[in-house]
């Protein structure tokens, strides 16, 4: 994976004058930094939950409560392991395989959603067989699409195919559907301003991922509303 460079230059407006430096996009490093700290972000909660749990299990005096340390101990493995998996494919090389079914994702893609208030609605069939850097692009839309619905709603993800070009479009609809203004930096391959970067990384890499493959992404926000169509 590569990321554009960009380098902070005054600018000029029509008028002559000075105006504020464009702020660049970080280096690989400190792209690799974020997405590390993103990572250790979504590991954090469940981990700390399986130790809360075991610490119950040791306590002489929580033995009542040995039931409930289980069943976190349970929930938050599971979390933990869809977690894992989502982001071998949406980050990583995920295994040596060079492809990828629908099956396979859906599997993913609904562990994850299990986690969040938004339901998923993939309109994919399942014998479909997509390539690494198509399939890596997948998880990270549908990801970005739930996570747009932090009041629950539906997050619909179509495919179309004309030749070897495919094009996947993401719908997500319910109450205050949005996106975060890092959000929206990054899904414009912009820098991130002076927003949170957990919160713009992993738009900023499904941009990198499209646009490195030769694709475009595009985006609209309504009110209630977010679709995102992406071209490869």
Same mark, same amino acid.
């Given at each position: 994976?590569? !990321?554009? *460079? ?11 004058? *000075? ?10 490093? *400190? ?81 994850? !959603? ?108 309504? *009110? ?9």
């Amino acid at each position: 994976m590569t !990321f554009p *460079e960009a380098t902070v230059a005054n600018t000029l407006d029509t008028d002559g004058a *000075e105006t504020t430096p464009l702020k660049a996009l970080p280096n690989p490093h *400190e792209l690799a930094t974020q997405l590390i700290a993103k990572l250790c972000h979504d590991f954090i909660s469940p981990t700390g939950a399986i130790v809360s749990g075991l610490d119950l299990l040791e306590d002489p005096s929580a033995q009542d409560m040995k039931e409930d340390a289980i069943n976190l101990i349970k929930a938050s493995s599971k979390k933990l392991v869809s977690i894992v998996y989502f982001a071998r494919v949406a980050f990583g090389a995920a295994t040596t395989a060079e492809d990828f079914s629908i099956k396979q994702l859906r599997k993913i893609l609904d562990d994850m !959603f299990s986690t969040m208030r938004a339901t998923l609605d993939l309109n994919i069939d399942d014998e479909i067989v997509l390539e690494k850097p198509v399939a890596r692009a997948l998880v990270n839309l549908v990801y970005i699409a739930g996570g747009a619905l932090p009041l629950g709603g539906t997050a619909t993800i179509d495919m179309a195919k004309d030749g070897d070009a495919i094009t996947f479009t993401a719908l997500s609809t319910g109450k205050k559907a949005r996106l975060k203004p890092e959000a929206v930096e990054g899904l414009s391959g912009d820098p991130l301003g002076d927003g949170l970067s957990g919160q713009w990384i992993q738009p900023f890499w499904l941009h990198s991922v499209v646009t490195e493959a030769g694709g475009t992404l595009t985006f609209t926000a309504e *009110e209630d509303r977010l679709e995102i169509i992406v071209k490869m």
